[in-house]
């Protein structure tokens, strides 16, 4: 019961959630703390946490793969030519796209496609090596479906669960794949890595951050944020340094994206579900709006950033350089997360 104690307490009846997207209503967003008013938005176009979009609107299309997986796929309406894709995992119980909806459409309307794939079997189905082969094949069918996504530009993201099932994905695509089945993401971006072990994987050696990640190839650029506030998989548990030892990335970055250490005044909670639409919750079994600065100034940041840093040369300031760190500016000056590690 080690795994499914934390699960537990971070899902409690999540489930059974309804299946539907949550709403992001227009009282939902007033709902943002006002304590977040010196921690807004940026609206300059060269950060790609901003809310400066090339794209105003998406579309949707829904797919079930040869494994009998559902699929969402967003695309910016009006692109051409070939955009990065971004294939997400979610986190346990909460494989409804809806749970990160916020984030997605801020993807879209940066310019990536952008694909969440459910890979879950059921609340008590903890085969992570089997969700990762139903990941890798989803990918080849969005592919398949969406002329817009660039083969060359992939990149496997998750939270929670879903990043653990990214990282053997990632493994299983690249070095593992001999028979050249699969196509090898550019890139990992792994948000609040857990790495407990579930009742089918007791006895597999290859968890991922004690075997699995040492097989992702070094030509796999891997981001890690571990949420300093995180009892599930933050500090004290280390998984987040762990998979950083391991990963042979040549490229690799490990940040810790700081919240109540700001202060108090800033009402920023870095958490497990940070990355989630409705921050402690889905919206749709009682979530509340907390859609913040820890949202557009790193997770949404880095997770637009890193893909399209290919084809927007000023946004690598933002990747690789001095804008990393930058949480947004406060009252007392501009808040700075913590790089723990960086490999290249």
Not at 88 to 100: H, I, R
Not at 320 to 332: A, I, K, M, R, S
Request: glycine share 10%; net charge neutral; proline share 6%.
């Amino acid at each position: 019961m080690k795994f499914l104690l934390p699960i537990l307490c971070l899902a409690t009846s999540m489930a059974h959630a309804n299946e539907t997207d949550s709403a992001w209503s227009e009282a939902a967003a007033a709902a943002v703390s006002a304590t977040e008013t010196n921690l807004a938005q940026s609206t300059d176009p060269k950060h790609p946490g901003s809310s400066v979009y090339p794209y105003a609107s998406f579309t949707t299309t829904d797919f079930t793969t040869t494994d009998g997986r559902s699929v969402r796929i967003w695309a910016p309406v009006g692109a051409t030519g070939k955009l990065p894709l971004v294939a997400f995992g979610a986190g346990k119980s909460l494989g409804d796209p809806g749970n990160y909806q916020k984030m997605f459409e801020h993807l879209v309307k940066k310019g990536v496609v952008v694909a969440n794939i459910r890979f879950e079997g059921g609340f008590f189905d903890t085969d992570f090596v089997k969700f990762a082969g139903w990941f890798n094949n989803g990918v080849k069918q969005i592919l398949a479906k969406t002329p817009l996504a660039d083969p060359a530009q992939v990149y496997y993201a998750g939270h929670s669960m879903g990043a653990q099932v990214s990282v053997i994905a990632a493994a299983r695509a690249t070095t593992g794949d001999a028979a050249n089945a699969f196509v090898n993401p550019k890139g990992l971006v792994l948000l609040a890595f857990d790495n407990s072990k579930g009742p089918v994987n007791k006895g597999d050696l290859n968890n991922p951050a004690a075997g699995y990640a040492v097989q992702v190839s070094p030509a796999v650029q891997s981001v890690i944020f571990e949420f300093a506030d995180d009892s599930i998989a933050g500090p004290s548990k280390n998984y987040a340094q762990a998979l950083f030892n391991k990963l042979p990335s040549s490229k690799k970055q490990w940040v810790r994206v700081n919240g109540q250490s700001f202060g108090s005044t800033y009402g920023l909670n870095a958490y497990h579900n940070t990355p989630l639409t409705g921050g402690g919750a889905p919206l749709n079994i009682g979530g509340k709006a907390e859609l913040n600065a820890l949202d557009w100034n790193m997770v949404w940041k880095m997770m637009a950033g890193l893909p399209l840093s290919v084809s927007k040369p000023d946004y690598a300031n933002y990747i690789t350089g001095p804008g990393l760190l930058n949480g947004g500016t406060g009252t007392n000056g501009v808040l700075q997360h913590t790089l723990m590690g960086q490999s290249f």
